[in-house]
């Protein structure tokens, strides 16, 4: 069996997997060199059998043991080829300034937060994980009213919850802080929701004004919002429609004429030439009752900041704003 030692030799010297596998047949295959040996076998006399059958296992071990060796080292091999192709060198310097300057949500939301900021209200923050009481008790969503349905909220096993809205800040503005009021509030909240437009994070602007002062009303509120949505998109038609929450009283939703179609009608407005961008209205006195205030009115709003983003980019899925992929980052 002269085959032997060539075949040995041959798998001694190979190089790649792909043919490790081809000598591997050669020698097990149906019609392989080994195969074949043993199939010879039964053309050969019962004492000489004997003796055969035990060298052409032999043999095969042999050849079994070498063709795994092999086969881890090949494999070896070709996995720190592979690492070292892939190899980032973390100290090199990039002399290339990226023409990055910031994540359109970030971008978006320091538009905003200019605004309000110019127009003379201060920045709160509120904690992402919420208690029942300021997310919706105090809200004026008692236990079991059916408008909790609205959102559908991460909970705790121990009765806390991730904020399913910014307006919680509403309530800790009102509990800590003297008059008048007057904040806005950014930042993430999460509901359990995942497509092209919802998100289970993302992110609100709150705003609250709050005043022992009559000048405080609706039309102060209409005013604000209409200013700001035109500081945003520029020349559109703001509308409000009569719609409800349970923390405002009386409550409107807030359109802007579609910025894609100019308000005739297309795609993204659904053919109704407006696009719903916030929600606000005048703060219901239950949630004054809540937090113990009286003789004061006040208004309030909250906007998604991913859906101004859309708009403002023309980005017409939300999740890539979190997949964190540069070739859409690198357009801003
Ligand atoms: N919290 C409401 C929402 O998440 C928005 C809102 C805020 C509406 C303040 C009215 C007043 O949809």
Redesign the pocket.
Known sequence: MEWVSNILQEITQCKQIRDLEALRLKVFGKKGLLTSEFSALKNIADDEKKQLAKELNKVKQNIESLLTTKKNELEEFEFNQKIESQKIDVSLFNSVLSPTYGHPINITFDRIIDYFVGMNFSLKYGPLVEDDFHSFEA?NLPKFHPARD??DTFYFNDGMLLR????PV?IRTMEEEKLPIRIISPGA?FRRDYDMTHSPMFH?V???VVDNSKEINFANLKYILEDFLTYMFGDIKVRFRSSF?P??EP?AEVDISCIFCNGLGCRVCSNTGWLEV????VVDDNVFKAVGLKDVSGY?????VERFAMLLYGVNDLRSFFETDLRLLEQF
């Open positions: 809200l609205m959102q399913p809205h910014t307006s509403q909240v609100q709150e705003g609250l929450f923390f405002t409550s916030l929600g606000c209205g309030a709003f909250g906007l998604g």
